[in-house]
């Protein structure tokens, strides 16, 4: 390890969980590793079903076990294995020292109490805050993720914002205790186009401000650019390519990725027909023999149906699970 690699606040070390399901064990995430440094953002890309979401719950320690269950692996935050913990001590970490945002703000806040006393209950609980001083703190947070006139509306309830409001709110209960790492599971998935930009850009303001480590999980390649460091993508429960966020747009050393990328609508292609990767995600009970992703890779060849591809070193810190990274890269 040189100097300039600052010690990881987040490592997952070959995590493996599989849920039992009616047709059998669905492997869910199958050795994923990543790290967050202080301060970083790293995206985690991959269609619905592979994967990112669990990953983060097992993080988070909100698990459904069961049906799920942990298998293998490890999650060192801040230097302790999170596996290794009571549940007690668990519950501290939760919220004190990491918290998530979550697509579905309304689902998420309770919608009898107003958003300020919402706000203000993590300052009771975690604080030990008066009312009064709870409610200032609200006012406080909601200032900081932009709602504006705050001390007007703290005493809503979550339905009389509009959901980008409600996000911001959502993002507020996140940032109260001034966690160290965020994991925002598809925070703009449910708005609309332009307000999941402002969204995004809040996020990516507020990430700079406080120096936080931030997960940013998305199924969207198109908006992850000014805001992640770097990107992890995800197929059946693996990494199939890592690299810092401007090199994979410049030239992705993975198949999927590359499909992924072309996925993306752009101004300068209108009516042009999008490309889509074909076929389906895999059934996660049966993924299929050696590179998950061949069924569907336009380079597939024997060995790919048969020999499971490690994560290749690629040059520049990068890596790609391919056996073909090469042609990927340069093709
Ligand atoms: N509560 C659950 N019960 C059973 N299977 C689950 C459950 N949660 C997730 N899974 C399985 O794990 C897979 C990956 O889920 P998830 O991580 O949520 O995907 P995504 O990448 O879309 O976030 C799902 O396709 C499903 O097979
Ligand atoms: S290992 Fe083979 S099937 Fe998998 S992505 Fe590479 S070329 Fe495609
Ligand atoms: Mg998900």
């Given at each position: 390890?040189?100097?300039?690699?600052?010690?990881?606040?987040?490592?997952?070390?070959?995590?493996?969980?599989?849920?039992?399901?009616?047709?059998?064990?669905?492997?869910?995430?199958?050795?994923?590793?990543?790290?967050?440094?202080?301060?970083?953002?790293?995206?985690?890309?991959?269609?619905?079903?592979?994967?990112?979401?669990?990953?983060?719950?097992?993080?988070?320690?909100?698990?459904?076990?069961?049906?799920?269950?942990?298998?293998?692996?490890?999650?060192?935050?801040?230097?302790?294995?999170?596996?290794?913990?009571?549940?007690?001590?668990?519950?501290?970490?939760?919220?004190?020292?990491?918290?998530?945002?979550?697509?579905?703000?309304?689902?998420?806040?309770?919608?009898?109490?107003?958003?300020?006393?919402?706000?203000?209950?993590?300052?009771?609980?975690?604080?030990?805050?008066?009312?009064?001083?709870?409610?200032?703190?609200?006012?406080?947070?909601?200032?900081?993720?932009?709602?504006?006139?705050?001390?007007?509306?703290?005493?809503?309830?979550?339905?009389?914002?509009?959901?980008?409001?409600?996000?911001?709110?959502?993002?507020?209960?996140?940032?109260?205790?001034?966690?160290?790492?965020?994991?925002?599971?598809?925070?703009?998935?449910?708005?609309?186009?332009?307000?999941?930009?402002?969204?995004?850009?809040?996020?990516?303001?507020?990430?700079?401000?406080?120096?936080?480590?931030?997960?940013?999980?998305?199924?969207?390649?198109?908006?992850?650019?000014?805001?992640?460091?770097?990107?992890?993508?995800?197929?059946a429960?693996?990494?199939?390519?890592?690299?810092?966020?401007?090199?994979?747009?410049?030239?992705?050393?993975?198949?999927?990725?590359?499909?992924?990328?072309?996925?993306?609508?752009?101004?300068?292609?209108?009516?042009?027909?999008?490309?889509?990767?074909?076929?389906?995600?895999p059934?996660?009970?049966?993924i299929p023999?050696?590179c998950a992703f061949?069924?569907?890779?336009?380079?597939?060849?024997?060995?790919?149906?048969?020999?499971?591809?490690?994560?290749?070193?690629?040059?520049?810190?990068?890596?790609?699970?391919?056996?073909?990274?090469?042609?990927?890269?340069?093709?």
């Open positions: 390890m040189t100097a300039a690699t600052p010690a990881p606040l987040l490592e997952v070390r070959d995590l493996h969980v599989e849920f039992r399901t009616r047709d059998g064990i669905a492997k869910a995430v199958n050795g994923v590793n990543y790290r967050v440094a202080e301060g970083e953002t790293l995206a985690v890309l991959g269609e619905s079903g592979s994967g990112k979401s669990v990953t983060a719950q097992a993080v988070m320690g909100i698990l459904d076990m069961p049906p799920g269950r942990i298998t293998g692996g490890e999650i060192v935050f801040q230097g302790r294995d999170l596996l290794q913990l009571r549940e007690d001590e668990r519950q501290k970490v939760r919220g004190r020292e990491m918290a998530m945002i979550f697509q579905d703000a309304l689902s998420a806040l309770n919608p009898v109490l107003s958003v300020g006393e919402q706000l203000g209950e993590m300052f009771v609980v975690h604080r030990g805050m008066s009312r009064k001083d709870a409610k200032n703190k609200a006012v406080e947070l909601m200032d900081r993720v932009r709602i504006p006139a705050a001390r007007e509306r703290v005493g809503q309830f979550p339905h009389q914002f509009s959901g980008g409001m409600r996000q911001r709110i959502m993002i507020a209960m996140a940032l109260a205790l001034e966690p160290s790492l965020i994991i925002a599971d598809e925070p703009t998935t449910a708005l609309d186009v332009t307000v999941q930009a402002q969204v995004m850009d809040l996020l990516a303001e507020l990430r700079r401000e406080l120096d936080m480590g931030l997960i940013l999980i998305t199924h969207d390649l198109g908006v992850v650019a000014d805001v992640a460091d770097k990107i992890a993508v995800m197929y429960g693996r990494i199939v390519e890592s690299a810092p966020v401007h090199d994979i747009y410049k030239a992705p050393a993975h198949p999927y990725t590359k499909g992924l990328l072309e996925s993306i609508p752009r101004l300068d292609q209108k009516g042009q027909e999008l490309y889509a990767i074909k076929g389906l995600p059934n996660l009970v049966r023999p050696g061949h069924p569907r890779c336009p380079l597939a060849r024997d060995v790919c149906r048969t020999d499971v591809p490690p994560l290749y070193d690629v040059p520049d810190g990068r890596g790609s699970a391919c056996h073909f990274w090469q042609e990927a890269l340069h093709g």
